[in-house]
Structure formats: C-alpha cells, structure tokens
C-alpha cells in the first residue's frame, strides 16, 4: 500500500508542477500567440487560441486581424456540417462581388476549349475524367463531346448530378507566381445524342470536333452541362481584400 501511496503523490507533484508551467506557458502563449510558421506563401501564422465557433459564425468588425492565408480553424475550433463549409466560411466571412461580376471573371478564365475534370457518380460511387468544355457565354452552359458508350455518359443517364473543376497556378513541379485560380462546378448534365436536331448544330456552333459531322455521329454523344453554382477560387483577390472564394449562382 505505502509504496504505491509514495508513487501517486509523486506523480500528483509532477502533474501539478506540470500544470503550473504548462498554465505559465500558455498564459505568455495567449498574450503573445504562437508562431507555427509560414505556409505556402512564406507568411508566418500566428495562433492566438479563439473560442469554439460553428461553421456559420460571421467576424465582427472588430475582431482581431492576423495574417493572410490563414483560415479561421487555425485559431478556433469550427463545428462544420455539410450546409456550411470552410468555402462558405471564406464566402461569409469577406465581401463577395456581384453574381454579374463573378461570372466576368469566370468567362476571363475560361476562354475556349479548357480542360476540366468531371465527375459523375453511380449508386453513390464517383468517377472524375478528363475532359474538354466549351462555355456558351450567353446560356451560362458548357458543351462536352464523350465517345458513345464512356463510363460518365453511362453515369449521366442514371444520375444527372455532375461536378467539374478547371485549375490554375503554382505547383512544386513547376514552380512560377504563388497563386492559384480554379472554378469549381455544381450542375446537372444533359446527353444530346445524334438523332437530336440540336446534334449537328451545337457540334458546329462550338467546333466541338476536328473530323466531319458523318463520323461524329458514329462515334460521339454530346453533353450540355448547365452549372447551377460555382466556386470561383482566385488568390490574388485577397490582396483587394476581396474573399478569395466567390460565389457565383444561377439565378
Ligand atoms: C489568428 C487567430 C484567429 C483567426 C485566424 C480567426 N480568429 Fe476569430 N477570434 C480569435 C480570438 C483570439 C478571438 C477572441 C477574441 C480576441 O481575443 O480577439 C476570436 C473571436 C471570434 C469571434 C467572436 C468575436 C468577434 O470578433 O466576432 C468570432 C465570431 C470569430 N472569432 C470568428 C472567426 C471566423 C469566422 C474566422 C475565420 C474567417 C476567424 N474567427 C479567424 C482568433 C482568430
């Protein structure tokens, strides 16, 4: 029994001593915050410990200011769910532009035939592929070819519900400017086979292929793909003090 006694008040001491330089540390930590270093794009973040927050939480005005690129779970810990995400954080948090602005700047970065990967699901199971759009400006609607019989058309028929992403920027590989630009899609797919009269007229009006229309009939289905929401993602808009983040809608 004593031996054991010895042992726990021993170790009550150690916690305690523990405890009090622990409660030390933390109390210059809270003062000064903790530097956990640079990010990608070289600036130090430092941590000041904030309350627990939900996702859906907006900054006061006065809320302290701290460095760029860091996100509001660095300092907080953040209760998401699937409604609002560390995306819509961003898009809450700092000043969105107009949905007409928005959409400027995605036709800017989407100016031809772009290179996009898709992703269709089927029972619940997805698949991204390559693939090339084509953006009508007008309609606000993208225009896909995929050879007859591919897995995403396949998928299309059973669940129209697609997504898209077209990024841009650095990379470890190959280096250049630190910034990134993307557009991240939401929106239902369309099949327009070639029996459709819209066939032969969208393949035209796009360019959509470089073979005659009697061959890409035999090989080819279209794809209209009308986006109902999408994510445009742009780190030099941070420097205007915009979120980098924004939110374009159909309305
Ligand atoms: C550098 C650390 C840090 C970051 C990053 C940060 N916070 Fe805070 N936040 C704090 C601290 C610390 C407090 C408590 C008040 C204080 O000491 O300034 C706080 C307070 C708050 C409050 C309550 C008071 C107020 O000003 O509104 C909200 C809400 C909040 N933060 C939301 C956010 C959100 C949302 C983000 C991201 C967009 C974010 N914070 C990013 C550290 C941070």
């Known amino acids: 029994m004593k031996p054991t006694l010895i042992c726990s008040s021993a170790s009550a001491l150690s916690l305690i001593t523990m405890l009090l330089s622990g409660g030390a540390f933390a109390a210059e930590e809270a003062e000064q915050g903790q530097n956990v270093g640079g990010g990608e794009m070289g600036i130090d973040a430092v941590v000041f410990e904030g309350q627990p927050i939900t996702s859906d939480q907006v900054m006061s005005d006065s809320h302290r200011s701290y460095s760029r690129g860091m996100i509001c779970a660095e300092c907080h810990h953040v209760s998401f769910d699937l409604v609002t995400t560390s995306t819509k954080q961003f898009t809450k948090n700092f000043p969105q532009l107009s ?6 700047k995605i036709e800017a970065f989407l100016p031809g035939r772009e290179r996009f990967a898709l992703t269709t699901s089927y029972q619940g199971i997805p698949t991204a592929s390559t693939v090339d759009m084509v953006l009508d400006k007008a309609q606000k609607v993208f225009f896909v070819v995929a050879e007859k019989g591919t897995e995403k058309l396949l998928h299309i028929q059973q669940n129209p519900n697609v997504s898209a992403v ?7 590989a190959d280096g250049g400017k630190k910034e ?11 099949i327009i086979k070639n029996d459709d009269p819209r066939f032969d007229e969208f393949l035209t009006t796009y360019n959509l292929v470089r073979m005659g229309l009697k061959r890409a009939h035999l090989r080819f289905d279209l794809i209209r793909v009308k986006p109902t929401e999408i994510y445009y993602f742009d780190t030099t808009l941070g420097g205007d003090k915009l979120s980098v983040y924004q939110r374009w809608q159909r309305d």
Not at 166 to 172: A, D, M, S
């Open 99 to 104: 949905n007409d602005e928005i959409w400027e």
């Open 166 to 172: 077209r990024f841009k920027g650095w990379t470890v």
């Open 180 to 190: 990134w630009r993307s557009t991240q899609i939401k929106a239902t797919a369309e």
